[in-house]
């Protein structure tokens, strides 16, 4: 059975820094581009930031130059860096898997989310 498990959410100060880190056991492997999602309440999910099996990256534009996304094979983890947050990156967080690489639409594969928060 695959799983997934996000960890490293948590509140913190506008300006400060979070980073998210996402498990991946059973049949995941380093094929599989890995993507972090993420959902406020009241919002539509959106792509975060996506990674593939070779390593090109993906982010929507409201975090490009804050967010950094990276992948350890070894571990068969994904992270999140979260650097500069702002109270509209405040939303649940879920990881994300597909063999099939980053598609306009998620794999099937998710984590059970955490939550960020970014308030004073």
């Known amino acids: 059975q695959v799983q997934l498990v996000e960890s490293g959410g948590g509140l913190v100060q506008p300006g400060g820094s979070l980073r998210l880190s996402c498990a991946a056991s059973?049949?995941?492997?380093?094929?599989?581009?890995r993507a972090w999602y993420r959902q406020a309440p009241g919002k539509q999910r959106e792509l975060v930031a996506g990674?593939?099996?070779?390593?090109?990256?993906k982010y929507v534009d409201s975090v490009k130059g804050r967010f950094t996304i990276s992948r350890d094979n070894a571990k068969s983890t994904v992270y999140l860096q979260m650097n500069s947050l702002k109270p509209e990156d405040t939303a649940v967080y879920y990881c994300?898997?597909?063999?099939?690489?980053?598609?306009?639409?998620?794999?099937?594969?998710w984590g059970q989310g955490t939550q960020v928060t970014v308030s004073s």
């Open positions: 990674i593939t099996s070779d390593g090109s990256t």
């Open positions: 994300n898997a597909d063999p099939q690489g980053l598609r306009s639409s998620p794999g099937r594969h």
């Open positions: 059973g049949s995941i492997d380093r094929t599989y581009a």
